[in-house]
């Protein structure tokens, strides 16, 4: 088969090439679970010693604009993934639709999570910076709070790696550098985008619906 | 040419509409009082999604075995992590 992909000199083939491009971001992503596992166990020890006052400050959060969040950053994955779709299918005009789309929703995504820092601050909920939070539970939800900023804010950060990545990949396949043969970095911006939204997936019910009724 | 075959659109599509319902009946759920089982609630529907993406967004279905092996190792871990940190919480408190 004649290949338009250049094989560096360790592979034997295209194939293999792309073989140790998948496993090598999957044991970067196996890390990244790991990264921030950490920060779930803290969460999850802290809510052990402070039950009441996870549900107090949970309250505090935003749920409609956390939801939406949530919906926003699913339908993300459906664009990214058609993004991959269209790439290998060689349909390039979908395929700088769909990453364009992806990073469209990713914006917004962060503007949105924007927005809820700046009633975080105005609220008087932000450890450190401002915090006003005053009841029976206020130490607590002081915890609840440094870690509602440390972990959404670790995972804004990935988020905007995440943009420079989807953005770099809708610019480099304007430029046609991906081909049906050729769409290693696509793929692998797309696993870590996917990756990213899975770390949102567990964020969203620890900290906005751990009492809502 | 086409030498990597790629699943049907309304795969993708039926995923995410999967995904949508789920996060409405994860947000449902929070607003009935069920106690205990409104955390067991949101943690198995978000375990759900993940699976849900890293299955048909991810490609772990159709993709190499060492590929799932890697990403279960991170899970492996992650409950090792937090499993054993618990047992120790549970002796203590």
Redesign the interface.
């Known amino acids: 088969m004649t290949s338009s992909v250049i094989v560096a000199r360790q592979f034997d083939d295209s194939d293999q090439q792309r073989q140790a491009a998948d496993l090598g971001i999957w044991v970067f992503l196996a890390s990244e679970i790991l990264f921030f596992g950490v920060l779930f166990l803290a969460y999850t020890v802290t809510r052990l010693h402070h039950p009441e006052a996870f549900a107090t400050a949970s309250r505090q959060t935003d749920v409609a604009l956390g939801s939406i969040n949530t919906g926003v950053l699913l339908t993300s994955s459906l664009t990214m993934a058609l993004a991959v779709r269209a790439t290998k299918l060689g349909v390039r005009r979908a395929a700088i639709v769909f990453l364009c789309a992806t990073a469209m929703l990713g914006l917004v995504f962060v503007a949105i999570k924007g927005t809820e820092y700046r009633h975080d601050y105005v609220a008087g909920l932000v450890p450190g910076l401002r915090f006003s939070f005053a009841g029976p539970h206020a130490g607590g939800v002081e915890l609840f709070f440094g870690l509602y900023f440390l972990m959404t804010g670790v995972h804004v950060l990935h988020m905007l790696v995440g943009l420079g990545v989807v953005g770099t990949l809708a610019m480099r396949a304007a430029r046609k550098a991906f081909t049906p043969e050729y769409f290693t970095p696509v793929e692998l911006g797309g696993l870590y985008w996917h990756l990213v939204d899975i770390v949102w997936i567990f964020l969203y019910p620890l900290l906005y619906l751990v009492s809502r009724t | 040419?086409?030498?990597?075959p790629?699943?049907p659109?309304r795969t993708?599509?039926a995923?995410?509409i999967a995904?949508?319902a789920l996060?409405l009946v994860?947000?449902g759920s929070?607003?009935?009082?069920?106690g205990a089982l409104?955390?067991a609630i949101?943690?198995a529907?978000?375990t759900a999604?993940?699976l849900l993406?890293?299955w048909?967004?991810?490609h772990l279905r159709s993709?190499?075995a060492?590929?799932r092996i890697?990403?279960a190792?991170?899970?492996f871990?992650?409950a090792i992590?937090?499993g054993l940190?618990?047992t120790d919480?549970a002796v203590r408190?």
């Open positions: 040419m086409i030498a990597h790629v699943p659109v993708y599509v995923v995410w995904l949508i996060l994860t947000l929070a607003f009935v009082p069920l409104n955390p949101n943690f529907i978000a999604k993940a993406v890293t048909f967004f991810m993709g190499h060492m590929l890697t990403a190792a991170g899970f871990w992650l992590l937090i940190s618990m919480f408190y």
